[in-house]
């Protein structure tokens, strides 16, 4: 994937997998606030958009 910005072009890494959980069967969404959320509530993911597409 690529995004174009004026004259600059930006050539995007592809995303890596931070967190996986699973569950038999289907979500909840309390199920999956309970297990996901511990891992995403400190924004450990380490993705940012703007960090992302920075051209500068």
Do not use: C, N, Q
């Not at 910005?5 to 199920?31: E, F, I, L, N």
């Amino acid at each position: 994937m690529f995004v174009v910005y004026g004259g600059r072009v930006a050539v995007m890494a592809p995303p890596s997998v931070a967190h996986r959980v699973t569950a038999d069967g289907g979500w909840t969404a309390a199920a999956l606030a309970e297990s996901l959320g511990p891992k995403i509530s400190t924004g450990s993911a380490g993705f940012s958009a703007v960090a992302a597409l920075t051209f500068d």
